[in-house]
């Protein structure tokens, strides 16, 4: 079955969010949140002062007496699900309140918590949608410094999108939660849609020819090995180690200013084949 359409009145509150998103001032990502019942306004807030933009919506909105019972929460980034042990999360206290849809503009790019607050709220019975592409564009292009001080994935499987210019070109992922060996890999600047890989030696680097999806790569260990290779915008990258591979999709690069982007990114995902 299909959802039904977002509608107009959605859309007025998913822009209420983006303008509170809009004022945050406070370092780290930039959060609007609007909180509405029966079509109505009940209260929007930004991130800021120590308090997520969630909860500063809520607790504006309790505020008016209202009953949250069945209202509807728009929010500019998934809500949290763990702020140190002795605070309620958002998504806790979004379904404490009885708050019954979530409309959510951004997903969080940290890949270890990526889709979490999004899980935590479907399995409280929540309904949830996302923001409409053009609205979701809107906020992360609004966001745009925030994934860059990711310098670091998990595996088995993954995504992240991070400026591989800071954090001496290198991005680092581990095995799996419960194996701390890793893979470095490295990155540099080439220029459209493409961009070096390197190593960190004594780990190597191939380009896998022609393969475009992961399951297409059988053993990672056949290809051309060097320190470095070219890889374009929907190619796979290899490295490897003596511990496994990392196997690396280029998803989207941003060349920086030399190459008419306005910043240096690079958007990935990955997977990790482990050596028995
Ligand atoms: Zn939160």
Known sequence: MSRAPVTDEDREFMRSSI?????ATSPGPRVGAAVARDGVLIAAACRGGGKHAER?????????????????????????IDVGSAKESCADLIARVGI??????SYDPNPLIYRAGWARLRDAGIALRDYPADM???VESLNSTFAEHFTSGMGPNGGAKFDYMLNESKFEIQFAPGDARSIVTRWSTRGGTSIHAYADRPQQVALARYAREFHEIDDPRVFDFSYTAPIHVGEIAVFVSEDGAALVKVV???????????????????EIRVWK
């Open 136 to 138: 979701r564009e809107e």
């Open 100 to 105: 019954s849809t979530v409309f959510i503009g």
């Open 19 to 23: 303008d509170e998103m809009k004022k």
């Open 252 to 270: 989207e690069v941003e060349g920086g200013r030399d190459h008419g982007a306005e910043r240096t990114s690079l958007k990935i995902k990955y």
């Open 56 to 80: 500063a919506a809520i607790e504006l909105a309790e505020l008016s007496g209202l009953s949250l019972r069945g209202a509807t929460l728009y929010t500019t980034l998934e809500p949290c």
